[in-house]
């Protein structure tokens, strides 16, 4: 039985233009949809099926507003067994204070007698990008981490990831249970929910938990967006009638050899 | 100031990425160290001593044999001494690596920084990185006695240093606990061959992203650039969807390109892709979206379906060269 709990973080679903809010310290989201980043689908999806071979659960968890709880449910839907909402302000929450936090709540679910074999987290949040809240919690935990895993399977009290080498190879590791791992999109294919699964997610009930201690912080200082620059494109057409000009373009430039 | 940066290395020397860091780095001040993991290729520490490197820390050991994030973190923080900032290319590695550093030190990381807002010799390093999948940058401080970042791939050029410094080699004497060595690689299974050196020296790329729309629909853009003598480069969707082998990755966490010509179909051109081809001579975009950036930052552009447009092109070329 492998319990494994995932982490995801509630993110708005960025379109075309952004704007920043008055006080230039975050995005706008007012008229935004809400989503979580693709890593984080996959470390769903490997949560799910890692907990269903072996009759264990798979826990999400997220610390955010109540508006993070549509992300909860999200998951829930696709299978997640359980979810645990740590309500806060995540903006107010550097990385450390994230990992603090989800730390905090695998060493309560621990005293209370359920103990995670392997916490699952995206590579780099697709908002803030920090790169480290796994890595982080691993400290908290003393467990080994392995990041950007993209495959896993759980053996006996083992688990071997596979993530990409440097090289465009495949690396592969075996590290003993429990143990963290930050997932990477791209080597698993996140399912659809189900209209029944949508049904059952709406009857669970949603572990609050509320953050101890104040959080540091992230240090942010404010967000800039990139100046807007003046488009000079020259539009040589639409559709395959432009091929001719687009050749006449080719052979002006003198690159055809 | 003391500045340490952990250098990757491949088998031409210190790869692109950490000599771009060994550039940005040596902005911040003039001590600057490096930290050289395993066997360094041969010419390595003369040409770190060309970016200005003063002293080189070598770990080696049984330990480095095969890649454990948490040891080489452990080489770093015995490499650290007085340092004030350590730093890494925004790699997989370096990103990986120098969080585990952050842990061991106690300190604050910035990941995917692009440039240094102020660096008092006093007070906190400020710095903007990369956020929101580069959509908008965050001005950060870093607060604590070592600022550990990561710099963007691309964020600047690899610049030789004015004086080149003769390195002092000193070996690592790492303390790697047991516990350092429970996530390491076991095992590696070699990917397609690397040919991005090709892509590299390519007069004409030919860019293909998500428009591309699967693994099988790639035949017309090969067939284009194969008229154009040139070299197939694409987005990070199109690596991470295991579409096209990662070597052919163009952008921040791929290969910088600076073709004569590059035409980018179906690429919307985020500013991590932008970040490897943007010094193109000519930049041609094919996209169905007018609004997408690529199109906007583009010199010329072709708006519509690359499935219609890219095979005309290439009948046009054929057929102008068989007149
Ligand atoms: C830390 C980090 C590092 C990154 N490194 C890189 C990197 O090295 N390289 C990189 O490329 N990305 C990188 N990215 C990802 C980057 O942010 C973008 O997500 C990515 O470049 C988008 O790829 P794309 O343009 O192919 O896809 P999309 O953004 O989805 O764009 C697809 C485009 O194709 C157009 N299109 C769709 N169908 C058609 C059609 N039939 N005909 C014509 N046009 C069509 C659409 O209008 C759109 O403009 C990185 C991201 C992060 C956070
Ligand atoms: N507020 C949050 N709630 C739950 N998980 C989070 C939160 N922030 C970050 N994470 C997890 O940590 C991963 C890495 O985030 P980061 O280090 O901020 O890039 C994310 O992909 C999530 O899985």
């Known amino acids: ?257 | 100031m003391t500045v340490l940066v952990l250098v990757e290395t491949d088998e031409s020397g210190a790869s692109e990425v950490s000599r771009e860091t060994l550039t940005f780095a040596r902005s911040l001040g003039p001590d600057l160290h490096a930290l050289v993991i395993g066997d360094g290729p041969a010419g390595l520490v003369e040409q770190l001593g060309a970016y200005g490197v003063s002293a080189v820390h070598h770990a080696d050991g049984d330990a480095y044999t095969s890649y454990a994030a948490a040891a080489w973190a452990a080489a770093v923080v015995a490499a650290c001494g007085d340092a004030s900032v350590v730093m890494a290319a925004g790699t997989a590695r370096g990103n990986e690596v120098l969080a585990h550093v952050a842990c061991r030190l106690g300190a604050v990381m910035a990941a995917n920084v692009v440039e240094v807002e102020s660096a008092a010799a006093s007070g906190p390093l400020q710095v903007s990185r990369q956020v929101l999948g580069g959509a908008a940058m965050e001005e950060l401080r870093l607060e604590g006695p070592v600022a550990v970042l990561t710099v963007a791939g691309h964020a600047c050029d690899p610049v030789e240093a004015d004086a080149p410094a003769s390195p002092v080699v000193t070996p690592l004497d790492v303390v790697v606990a047991d516990s350092d060595l429970r996530a390491r690689v076991v095992r590696t299974e070699p990917g397609e061959p690397d040919e991005s050196g090709s892509l590299k020296s390519a007069r004409v790329v030919v860019g293909a992203g998500r428009g591309a729309g699967s693994a099988d629909g790639f035949g017309d853009l090969l067939e284009l650039t194969e008229l154009l003598d040139g070299a197939l480069g694409v987005s990070r969707v199109v690596t991470s969807l295991g579409w096209r082998p990662h070597h052919e990755q163009v952008g921040q966490t791929g290969s910088r390109v600076s073709p004569d010509l590059y035409v980018a179909c179906g690429i919307s051109g985020a500013i991590q892709h932008w970040a490897g081809m943007s010094s193109s001579k000519t930049i041609l975009a094919i996209n169905n979206d007018a609004d997408a950036p690529m199109v906007t930052k583009a010199h010329y552009a072709v708006i519509g379906d690359l499935h219609e447009i890219v095979p005309a092109i290439n009948e046009e070329l054929r057929r102008r060269r068989s007149a």
């Open chain 1, 1 to 257: 039985m492998t319990n494994v709990l995932v982490c995801i973080k509630r993110v708005p679903d960025l379109g075309g233009e952004i704007t920043l809010t008055a006080d230039g310290m975050s995005v706008d989201d007012s008229s935004l949809g809400h989503t979580v980043s693709p890593h984080e689908e996959c470390a769903v999806e490997l949560a799910i099926q890692t907990a269903k071979a072996t009759d264990g659960q798979a826990t999400v968890l997220t610390l955010g507003s109540s508006e993070a709880v549509e992300q909860l449910r999200n998951a829930l839907a696709l299978g997640c067994t359980a979810a645990v909402h740590v309500e806060a302000d995540a903006a107010s929450y550097g990385p450390a204070d994230v990992a603090s936090a989800i730390a905090e709540v695998v060493r309560t679910h621990e005293a209370a007698g359920t103990t995670y074999d392997l916490v699952l987290l995206g590579n780099d949040a697709s908002d803030t990008g920090d790169f480290q809240v796994g890595i982080r919690l691993s400290y908290l935990l003393d467990r080994p981490v392995v990041a950007g895993v993209s495959t896993l399977e759980v053996t006996g009290d083992r688990v071997t990831a596979r993530g990409q080498s440097p090289d465009g190879g495949t690396e592969i590791y075996e590290v003993p249970l429990p143990a963290v791992l930050t997932v990477m999109e791209g080597g698993i294919e996140p399912r659809y929910p189900s209209i029944p699964g949508r049904m059952k997610a709406k009857k669970v009930q949603i572990e609050q938990a509320a953050p101890t201690g104040a959080p540091a912080g992230s240090g942010r200082l404010r967000l800039k967006l990139p100046p807007a620059q003046a488009s000079s494109v020259t539009i040589l057409g639409e559709g395959p009638e432009a091929a001719g000009a687009v050749v006449d373009l080719i052979e002006k430039l003198g690159v055809l050899r």
